[in-house]
Each structure stands twice: as structure tokens, then as C-alpha cells.
């Protein structure tokens, strides 16, 4: 199997205090994660690609500032949302790469997602 | 610019009877192509991929797809809905980054209902 786990699953918070999201790979090595965003009844938008050892790469328009990536190890990675507002309230959801033999064989397998409040 | 169209927001159909999510895609290149499902409070699951092998793709729970070029479609189909089949659907396409990572782009979803 390939697992992904996300803590926390739900946070609420208060306006400019800042929130850390884990996504972890339970039971194999990733060395990129991506990390998207889910508005309500729309769509995934990828914010960023985070590489284990190097910095993150960011979509256009993502504030890279806000959302600070660390990808410290070959099993997690940090989403950390800086000086949270109420804007920022949404759905994050991360995945893991699995790369498998053969050409084109790389999966994403996908957390359950973490549901943030901004107050 | 790799894109999908899902061209149904919402499908409704009886338990037993065939399900159609329909997906078009645009891409400059071959490409891989996915549908995903996404049950309330859980992840999204991998349903089945195309990676230019067979173009008629099996996947989990009974679900294929068959990709076809002539019409750059990519549609979801099941003989048989199941009230468990409930949830929202997504059709992907893989785009090739600066440094040849495969990003996901999704589709704008279907949610697909199931009644008794």
C-alpha cells in the first residue's frame, strides 16, 4: 500500500497567528510532495512542489511567503500558513510521489486533507 | 497548455444502472490521464491511470475508462452504480514542469449520486 497521513485533520485559528500542517508518507520513502489547495465545491489547485533537501517550487500567484514549505526528510513534509486571515480558510491537501519501476509509473497518493479556519 | 474538461457538474443515476463521467482533455503532448475520487472527509483515491499502454484502462471497484485520441476524451464508466459509488470524481491530466516533475491538473469535478 502507500499511505499518506496529514496532521492536524482540522484547525481553527485566530487572525495573524501562524498554522503547520504535516504530511507524512507512512510507508515508503518521497522524495517530492506536492501541496494543493480546495475551495469549496471547486476544484484542487497545486500550490507548490516541495523536494526533499532543496527549496519548493512554487505555482504562479502562490505567495510564497505565506506559505513556507520545509521537506526535512524523505517521509515529511511542513506546510506552515504565516500571519493566517480569514482568506486563507480552506481545504489544504498534500501527496507524496511514489515512484515505481518502469517509465511513467510515479503515482501521487494523496492525505486526507486538513480543513483550516481562520476566525 | 494541458488541460481536462469534465462536462458534467453533477450526475444523478439509480443503483444498478451504468454510470458516464465524461472528461476531455487538451495536451500538447502525450499524455497521462488519471480519474481520481474523493469521498467526504477522506483522500482522494486513485480510481485508474493511463500511461499510453492499453487505451481501454481497468480500475478499482469495477471503473474504466478508455482513452481515446480521436476525440481527446478520457470517459469514466461502470456497468453498474452502486450506492457506495457516491462522491465526487475527478479527471487529470499529467503537466511535465521545468524540471520534467509530472504536475496534476484536475478537473473541476463531478459529483455523481446514487439512488436507491
Known amino acids: 500500500g502507500a499511505v499518506v497521513s496529514q496532521h492536524p485533520s482540522r484547525v481553527i485559528c485566530k487572525s495573524g497567528t501562524s498554522v503547520k500542517i504535516e504530511c507524512r508518507s507512512l510507508d515508503f520513502q518521497a522524495t517530492t510532495m506536492f501541496w494543493y489547495r480546495q475551495f469549496p465545491k471547486q476544484s484542487l489547485m497545486l500550490m507548490a512542489t516541495s523536494n526533499e533537501g532543496s527549496k519548493a517550487t512554487y505555482e504562479q500567484g502562490v505567495e510564497k511567503d505565506k506559505f513556507l514549505i520545509n521537506h526535512a526528510s524523505l517521509t515529511l513534509s511542513t506546510l506552515t500558513v504565516t500571519s493566517a486571515h480569514p482568506e486563507d480558510s480552506s481545504f489544504y491537501i498534500c501527496?507524496?510521489?511514489?515512484?515505481?519501476?518502469?517509465?511513467?509509473?510515479?503515482?501521487?497518493?494523496f492525505g486526507p486533507g486538513t480543513r483550516l479556519l481562520v476566525l | 497548455a494541458q488541460s481536462v474538461t469534465q462536462l458534467d457538474s453533477h450526475v444523478s443515476v439509480s443503483e444498478g444502472t451504468p454510470v458516464l463521467l465524461r472528461c476531455n482533455y487538451s495536451s500538447s503532448y502525450s499524455p497521462s490521464l488519471f480519474w481520481y475520487v474523493q469521498h467526504p472527509n477522506k483522500g482522494l483515491q486513485l480510481l485508474l491511470k493511463y500511461t499510453s499502454a492499453a487505451t481501454l484502462v481497468k480500475g478499482i471497484n469495477g471503473f474504466e475508462a478508455e482513452f481515446k485520441k480521436s476525440e481527446t476524451s478520457f470517459h469514466l464508466t461502470k456497468p453498474s452504480a452502486h450506492m457506495s459509488d457516491a462522491a465526487e470524481y475527478f479527471c487529470v491530466v499529467t503537466r511535465l514542469d521545468l524540471y520534467n516533475t509530472d504536475k496534476l491538473i484536475f478537473g473541476t469535478g463531478t459529483r455523481l449520486q446514487v439512488f436507491p
Open positions: 501527496s507524496a510521489l511514489k515512484e515505481q519501476t518502469g517509465y511513467g509509473q510515479e503515482t501521487q497518493y
